[in-house]
């Protein structure tokens, strides 16, 4: 037997080889003097099924190679269930392990936002329940990284309980902003300091 075994395969129509994928089973056949009299051969092609898969399986690798690079996770909740998926990028920027159970990393999760900023997430969340969409940014202490900053937007999907969005760290953005309205700040008091 064999599963999803690549063989080349020639179509008569054409003349050309192309390799197709086939789940099969072989068995010998006997007479009644128990002497081999054939082999029966049972193939299944799955080759649109596996050329199927194998693009999916490559443009979810691109996926997640864009979130990395973009430091962005996606999250689905369940609203019927009170259940979170987040994705594994995700769960690098939250420094949770995907194998802890839900109330785990939900709990891990509120202890590390930043305590000034709970009482705007905790409302904003609240309200995407009644609205079905949500936006906000706010920041999380991670355990090895330090302060970062999230900016999260999400809606509800058509016909379901369900949202889905994605967070995206822009905390080097807002470094980079501050850092610009700093110099602008010391920039202005010179040229006041100095009448120009």
Same mark, same amino acid.
């Given at each position: 037997?064999?599963?999803?075994?690549?063989?080349?395969?020639?179509?008569?129509?054409?003349?050309?080889?192309?390799?197709?994928?086939?789940?099969?089973?072989?068995?010998?056949?006997?007479?009644?003097?128990?002497?081999?009299?054939?082999?029966?051969?049972?193939?299944?092609?799955?080759?649109?099924?596996?050329?199927?898969?194998?693009?999916?399986?490559?443009?979810?690798?691109?996926?997640?190679?864009?979130?990395? =690079?973009? *430091?962005? &996770?996606?999250?689905?909740?369940?609203?019927?269930?009170? %259940?979170?998926?987040?994705?594994?990028?995700?769960? #690098?920027?939250?420094?949770?392990?995907?194998?802890?159970?839900?109330?785990?990393?939900?709990?891990?999760w509120v202890a590390r936002v930043h305590p000034a900023d709970w009482p705007r997430v905790s409302e904003v969340l609240a309200e995407s329940v009644e609205s079905g969409a949500t936006e906000l940014?706010?920041?999380?202490?991670?355990?090895?990284?330090?302060?970062?900053?999230?900016?999260?937007?999400?809606?509800?999907?058509?016909?379901? =309980?369900? *949202?889905? &969005?994605?967070?995206?760290?822009?905390?080097?953005?807002? %470094?980079?902003?501050?850092?610009?309205?700093?110099? #602008?700040?010391?920039?202005?008091?010179?040229?006041?300091?100095?009448?120009?």
């Amino acid at each position: 037997s064999g599963r999803e075994v690549k063989i080349p395969f020639t179509q008569f129509e054409t003349g050309q080889t192309r390799d197709r994928y086939f789940d099969f089973v072989c068995q010998p056949m006997f007479d009644a003097s128990i002497i081999l009299d054939g082999i029966f051969i049972h193939a299944v092609d799955l080759t649109d099924r596996v050329e199927s898969r194998r693009a999916l399986e490559a443009s979810q690798d691109r996926l997640r190679l864009a979130h990395e =690079a973009a *430091l962005m &996770g996606t999250w689905e909740w369940d609203g019927v269930s009170n %259940t979170r998926t987040l994705s594994p990028e995700l769960h #690098r920027m939250f420094g949770t392990d995907p194998n802890w159970d839900g109330e785990t990393i939900n709990r891990v999760w509120v202890a590390r936002v930043h305590p000034a900023d709970w009482p705007r997430v905790s409302e904003v969340l609240a309200e995407s329940v009644e609205s079905g969409a949500t936006e906000l940014e706010y920041r999380y202490v991670h355990p090895e990284r330090g302060q970062r900053v999230f900016y999260t937007k999400g809606r509800g999907m058509t016909g379901s =309980a369900q *949202l889905v &969005g994605v967070v995206l760290d822009v905390t080097e953005t807002k %470094t980079a902003a501050r850092e610009v309205r700093e110099q #602008r700040d010391r920039f202005e008091f010179a040229a006041d300091a100095a009448n120009i």
